[in-house]
């Protein structure tokens, strides 16, 4: 089992950390690094983990060093990377929003070492995550390894271009936050409908819930077609349905995406 180096104790390495530890990857070959005493010593008290404050420690060790560090940290903690020795061992995933690959290997000193974006989301904390990838040049056996490394914790995706990650995290990254608001607005509304507090938070969890589990049994279904299954001519759902229109929600979605995706590029634009 290889051994894999976290950089940044963050909201993302502590998902990927507890999705991987439930898919019993073991705690032994799990370190973390970062200069957050707090975070850090949470989780790894929490999970028994290596860790270090001095990420040149945890990258010496490290088969796989794992970059989950903000886009404008990244140049620094590739500055570490570059007095590694033994590097064309090691596999680099950088997880970053708007690094590109090539930026990264000038970061490290452009050595002969293998590169890989990821861009999982957070449900990668139960398993049930999505994880772009791209990687410019991989061995196959790299390459099988971080597929079977990243299967434990989610569905992973292959991308052809490095530019299509800009679209995973606007569809996939970011995406588990628009859910999160629909339901957060809903609660709201049935809040102020009367409802009773105690169930009304299991009534949604189930009811998103039951509907990814029904888009994922009638794979060959659109969500259109899904959506006509709620709706009866002149009913509730349809009365909800036409507020929804009347007020653009597609176009609204469509541009808080499109709001992500930029972003990413603009990071991609401001970094040297
Ligand atoms: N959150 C997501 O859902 C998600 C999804 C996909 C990709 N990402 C990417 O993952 C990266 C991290 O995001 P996040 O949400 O996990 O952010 P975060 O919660 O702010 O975590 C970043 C962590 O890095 C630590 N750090 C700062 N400087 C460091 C250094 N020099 N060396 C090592 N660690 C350092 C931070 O410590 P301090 O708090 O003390 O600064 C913090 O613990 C970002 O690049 C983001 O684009 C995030």
Redesign the pocket.
């Known amino acids: 089992m290889k051994k894999l180096t976290f ?7 502590e ?1 990927m950390i507890l999705g991987l530890i439930s898919s019993q990857y073991l705690k032994e070959n799990i370190c973390i ?4 005493e707090k ?2 010593t949470t989780i790894a008290n929490q999970y028994s983990l290596k860790n270090f404050k001095n ?1 040149i420690h945890g990258m010496h060790i490290g088969d796989v060093i794992i970059l ?4 404008n ?2 140049p ?2 590739c500055s570490e990377i570059k007095h590694i020795e033994n590097l064309s061992n090691k596999i680099i995933i950088s ?4 690094i590109n690959i090539e930026k990264i290997n000038k970061y490290i000193g452009e050595k002969n070492t293998t590169i890989v974006r990821a ?4 449900p990668v904390l139960v398993n049930q995550g999505v994880i772009g990838l791209y990687a410019k040049k991989i061995h196959t056996n790299q390459k099988k390894f971080i597929t079977t490394l990243f299967n434990k914790i989610g569905k992973t995706f292959w991308l052809s271009h490095e530019n299509e990650l800009n679209g995973i ?1 606007a569809v996939a ?2 995406a ?1 936050a628009y859910f999160f608001l629909m339901m957060e607005s809903m609660q709201h509304a049935a809040e102020n409908m009367g409802l009773n507090k105690e169930y009304i938070k299991e009534l949604i969890v189930q009811t998103a819930k039951g509907s990814s589990i029904l888009a994922e049994h009638f794979q060959d279904k659109s969500f259109e077609v899904l959506k006509q299954h709620v709706i009866s001519k002149g009913g509730t759902t349809e009365a909800a349905l036409n507020l929804f229109e009347k007020y653009n929600f597609k176009k609204i979605i469509e541009k808080a995406m499109r709001s992500a995706a930029n972003k990413s590029k603009e990071i991609e634009c401001n970094l040297n």
């Open positions: 950089i940044g104790s963050g909201k993302i390495a998902s690094c970062s200069p957050d975070s850090r990420n989950a560090v903000k886009p940290i990244i620094t903690v997880v970053a929003a708007g861009m999982p989301n957070t995290i990254s970011s588990p």
